[in-house]
């Protein structure tokens, strides 16, 4: 039983009272292999006699029920004969590392040239690779962090935020006119004046237009 401890550590039982299944997972991947399913001779003649009982009724579905706790009584051994049997099957699909105790998988984490799990033996190429990738990724994300991508931003909101009284929408500093809807910003317009005559801006304090000339 020695030799089934050190295989079985990582599987799912399937099996049912019809017979016997398992699957058995690589320690590093978790892809599996699923052994052949092995009848249950018991649990064959327990369905048929319970088929038979279910026709017939009476002693023939109390046999059908004695033959359910037969299997269960025996089930451990031919339970047992069944899972060794599936191990002997499933260790042809898996390689043990000398250096980890671990079973994988051939084709996806053992090292051929080594002789051993990737785990204890990385692939030079792919671990090459791999620690390029995560260079790359520590570069991008420092570089990133030196650029500047608030230098247009207004922390102290000195120029005051304001939103368009219609849709919220967000104007900026001096904005006369929502660009979404196109309300005019009241804020803005009452601190600017224009000219009656040509429309030029002027400031609350000139008395006449710097462009025309025109009275304010």
Not at 133 to 151: G, L, N, V
Request: with cysteine; aromatic share 8%.
């Amino acid at each position: 039983m020695s030799n089934l401890i050190q295989f079985v550590a990582n599987h799912d039982d399937l099996s049912t009272d019809k017979g016997f299944q398992f699957k058995f997972y690589c320690d590093k991947c978790r892809n599996g292999h699923m052994s052949r399913f092995q009848p249950n001779s018991i649990g064959i003649a327990g369905e048929l006699m319970r088929a038979a009982g279910s026709l017939f009724g009476g002693s023939f579905y109390d046999a059908g029920t004695a033959a359910y706790h037969v299997q269960r009584a025996i089930g451990g051994k031919a339970h047992d004969a069944a899972l060794e049997k599936a191990v002997q099957e499933g260790k042809t699909y898996f390689k043990q590392c000398t250096r980890c105790g671990n079973w994988v998988c051939p084709d996806v984490c053992w090292n051929h040239s080594a002789n051993l799990c990737e785990t204890c033996a990385p692939d030079e190429q792919e671990e090459l690779s791999a620690q390029q990738r995560q260079a790359a990724r520590e570069q991008i994300h420092t570089k990133t962090r030196e650029q500047d991508y608030t230098k247009g931003l207004d922390f102290l909101n000195t120029g005051g935020l304001v939103q368009c009284q219609n849709c919220q929408a967000k104007l900026a500093p001096g904005q006369k006119f929502c660009p979404t809807c196109g309300t005019p910003n009241t804020a803005a317009q009452a601190k600017d004046k224009f000219c009656g005559d040509c429309g030029a801006s002027v400031k609350p304090e000139q008395r006449f237009c710097a462009e025309c000339g025109g009275k304010q």
